[in-house]
């Protein structure tokens, strides 16, 4: 049995960036950064920032380019995927991404407007529950729904 599956929270380290393939279907990316904090043999408490690469096709390309800005939090479910390019000068470069799956928002700001609020008003688009992460404690790796 395999099993490719990734689960991150965190933080958008850039704005989404969205564009369409040449089938019309929309693909957003954009960076997320993950913290882990831990002790070290001395005790002192550190911290270690991860970088990763999200995409997202479809309907999650339209609700992250819609609600998603630097900064907001979000928890992405997806798989883990390394493409390959030759760039202009013939070197094999490689790039590896989590293609989302699923995606929920982080809290929203009350009284304020905040990257969690839709940019622009949807297109006459169905109402559809957009789910959003709890504001207040820490999130436990039981509460994520598998």
Known sequence: MNLNKAFL???LTRDPESRSLPSGQQVTSFGLATDRFFNDKSGQKKQQTEFHNIVLFGRLAEISSQYLAKGSLVLIEGRIQTRNWKDS???????TEVVGERMQLGPRSAGKSSPSEPKEAPKEAPQEEIPVIEEGGEIDIKDIPF
Not at 89 to 95: D, F, I, Q, S, V
């Open 9 to 11: 929270i965190g933080r």
């Open 89 to 95: 000068t013939g070197n094999t470069r490689y790039r």
